[in-house]
């Protein structure tokens, strides 16, 4: 019989404790530790993805003042708010536990898994590729995972309560942005359990215990609730202190004005559109973007897809990239043509400098 896996449940932590956490437990499993699935909670907190800039990516000054920490991950990814309100989870595995390098793969194994324990509590949650989790086409989790040496640590997390509005002012999105319109869209976009469920929503505890009863099932495995290691401790304590220094959490920093923020409003044939989005204008790049208005699209969610196959594009694909997310799928617009949204993209970048051609116009 293989051997149980670890269970660890470090309750609610300051951004740095938790960083520290991550990268001793990666180090331990890279060296031949057992399997470990870790609960986390934190206290109010800016993350940062390893490669990126805090500077760039959040509002620093606004940070400060209502007292978010802000901490660099050790792993890629998005700029990202967590406090209380959120269960995060981990995967410290070993780099054949899955039998396969394909990270889509494992996210849609990972991400089914965590389906199914969100179904156990009464929410009937969906796999949403690349690697969130939703409801009804809202987002109620992401997930996240890379390789290191012989390692894999995949993350994710469960919104119980969550402060759409907070999030978005960490975010370094101008104050003229934050409309009540703009709010209102991302809170389209994003549900909880408390949202869902009110009264009946389960405790923190009860979800984790759900999300181990399915990973036991899913696969296969049992768990044993345990603790760190001598040599865990060790690590964690050094890196504690190294992680909560701002040559950590600065370390990658490039001046605000490398990032710029769009947007722009049409009237067209098949409705009212509007975009708005943050640009690298350094490296060229679409970092994310949210598209509303009032236009007919079947189905609802293929807007929330588009957004997401855009994250991160460089300037000079967005058109193809547009052109190739239709083209592979049945999409009801009546009026509106993807010509008409690509062309409200391009009339929002005009808005932050960056001309036609830089995008292939």
């Not at 040496?149 to 370094?172: C, H, K, S």
């Not at 769009?262 to 994310?288: H, I, N």
């Not at 293929?302 to 957004?307: F, N, T």
């Not at 062309?343 to 400098?353: N, S």
């Given at each position: 019989?293989?051997?149980?896996?670890?269970?660890?449940?470090?309750?609610?932590?300051?951004?740095?404790?938790?960083?520290?956490?991550?990268?001793?437990?990666?180090?331990?499993?890279?060296?031949?530790?057992?399997?470990?699935?870790?609960?986390?909670?934190?206290e109010?907190s800016?993350?940062?993805?390893f490669?990126?800039?805090?500077?760039?990516?959040?509002?620093?000054?606004?940070?400060?003042?209502?007292?978010?920490?802000?901490?660099?991950?050790?792993?890629?990814?998005?700029?990202?708010?967590?406090?209380?309100?959120?269960?995060g989870?981990?995967?410290?595995?070993?780099?054949?536990?899955?039998?396969?390098?394909?990270?889509?793969?494992?996210?849609?194994?990972?991400?089914?898994?965590?389906?199914?324990?969100?179904?156990?509590?009464?929410?009937?949650?969906?796999?949403?590729?690349?690697?969130?989790?939703?409801?009804?086409?809202?987002?109620?989790?992401?997930?996240?995972?890379?390789?290191?040496?012989?390692?894999?640590?995949?993350?994710?997390?469960?919104?119980?309560?969550?402060?759409?509005?907070?999030?978005?002012?960490?975010?370094?999105?101008?104050?003229?942005?934050l409309?009540?319109?703009?709010?209102?869209?991302?809170?389209?976009?994003?549900?909880?359990?408390?949202?869902?469920?009110?009264?009946?929503?389960?405790?923190?505890?009860?979800?984790?215990?759900?999300?181990?009863?399915?990973?036991?099932?899913?696969?296969?495995?049992?768990?044993?609730?345990?603790d760190?290691s001598?040599?865990?401790?060790?690590?964690?304590?050094?890196?504690?202190?190294?992680?909560?220094?701002?040559?950590?959490?600065?370390?990658?920093?490039?001046?605000?004005?490398?990032?710029?923020?769009?947007?722009?409003?049409?009237?067209?044939?098949?409705?009212?559109?509007r975009?708005?989005?943050?640009?690298?204008?350094?490296?060229?790049?679409?970092?994310?973007?949210?598209?509303?208005?009032?236009?007919?699209?079947?189905?609802?969610?293929?807007?929330?897809?588009?957004?997401?196959?855009?994250?991160?594009?460089?300037?000079?694909?967005?058109?193809?990239?547009?052109?190739?997310?239709?083209?592979?799928?049945?999409?009801?617009?009546?009026?509106?043509?993807?010509?008409?949204?690509?062309?409200v993209?391009?009339?929002?970048?005009?808005?932050?400098?960056?001309?036609?051609?830089?995008?292939?116009?």
């Amino acid at each position: 019989m293989s051997r149980a896996w670890r269970l660890m449940d470090t309750g609610v932590r300051p951004a740095a404790e938790n960083m520290a956490l991550d990268r001793a437990l990666l180090e331990s499993c890279q060296a031949g530790a057992v399997n470990t699935l870790r609960f986390l909670r934190f206290e109010p907190s800016a993350l940062i993805g390893f490669h990126q800039s805090a500077s760039q990516e959040l509002d620093l000054e606004y940070c400060r003042r209502e007292g978010i920490a802000i901490s660099r991950r050790i792993t890629g990814g998005g700029a990202l708010y967590c406090d209380q309100g959120q269960i995060g989870w981990e995967l410290f595995v070993g780099r054949r536990t899955f039998a396969t390098a394909d990270m889509l793969a494992i996210a849609r194994q990972v991400c089914g898994i965590a389906v199914e324990g969100l179904r156990s509590v009464g929410v009937d949650a969906a796999f949403r590729p690349r690697n969130d989790i939703e409801v009804a086409g809202r987002k109620i989790g992401g997930t996240g995972g890379a390789f290191d040496g012989d390692a894999l640590l995949y993350q994710g997390t469960v919104l119980i309560d969550f402060d759409v509005e907070r999030m978005l002012r960490v975010l370094r999105i101008p104050q003229e942005k934050l409309s009540d319109k703009a709010i209102a869209s991302a809170r389209e976009r994003i549900t909880t359990l408390r949202a869902l469920l009110g009264e009946d929503t389960p405790s923190p505890a009860t979800v984790q215990a759900a999300f181990v009863e399915a990973c036991a099932r899913g696969l296969g495995v049992t768990f044993e609730a345990g603790d760190l290691s001598a040599s865990e401790r060790g690590l964690y304590e050094q890196y504690k202190a190294e992680m909560a220094r701002d040559d950590w959490v600065f370390e990658t920093d490039r001046p605000r004005l490398e990032v710029a923020t769009a947007s722009a409003v049409r009237k067209t044939a098949g409705g009212l559109v509007r975009v708005m989005a943050t640009v690298d204008t350094a490296r060229a790049r679409l970092k994310q973007i949210f598209i509303t208005g009032d236009f007919f699209i079947d189905p609802r969610r293929a807007i929330v897809d588009l957004e997401a196959a855009l994250r991160d594009v460089a300037l000079e694909r967005v058109d193809a990239t547009i052109e190739r997310f239709f083209a592979g799928r049945t999409v009801e617009m009546l009026l509106l043509t993807p010509g008409d949204l690509a062309g409200v993209v391009h009339e929002a970048l005009r808005t932050c400098g960056i001309p036609y051609e830089r995008v292939g116009v």
